[in-house]
């Protein structure tokens, strides 16, 4: 079992910045990769950032957001620079950890970014 921790959420005012924290505990001697993913209000969740082997970012990043890992820390950051209103979202922090018998997503309860125009 993974357990994932949120911080950094908050409001912000467009064209400023914030730094989302994950902190994961549990067995992560296993966890393969982990990311960020945004849901907004009537929307389906949508893959934000994924940091495994290689970095992944979603096209609507457009070179604003990082993603990091310290794996020291067991520790996830998204630095979130440039936003707009339209990133305005739960954020989920989410772990791919190889179990004995495949892969299994866990993911944390979310930490709300507001931007304000």
């Known amino acids: 079992q993974v357990a994932l921790v949120e911080s950094g959420g908050g409001l912000v005012q467009a064209g400023g910045s914030l730094r989302l924290s994950c902190a994961a505990s549990?067995?992560?001697?296993?966890?393969?990769?982990m990311g960020w993913y945004r849901q907004a209000p009537g929307k389906e969740r949508e893959l934000v950032a994924f940091?495994?082997?290689?970095?992944t970012y979603a096209n609507f990043v457009k070179g604003r957001f990082t993603i990091s890992r310290d794996n020291a820390k067991n520790t996830v950051y998204l630095q979130m620079n440039s936003l707009n209103s339209e990133d305005t979202a739960v954020y989920y922090c989410?772990?791919?950890?190889?179990?004995?018998?495949?892969?299994?997503?866990?993911w944390g309860q979310g930490t709300q970014v507001t931007v304000s125009s």
């Open positions: 989410k772990a791919l950890r190889r179990e004995p018998w495949g892969n299994k997503d866990y």
């Open positions: 549990g067995g992560v001697g296993s966890i393969n990769g």
């Open positions: 940091i495994g082997g290689i970095r």
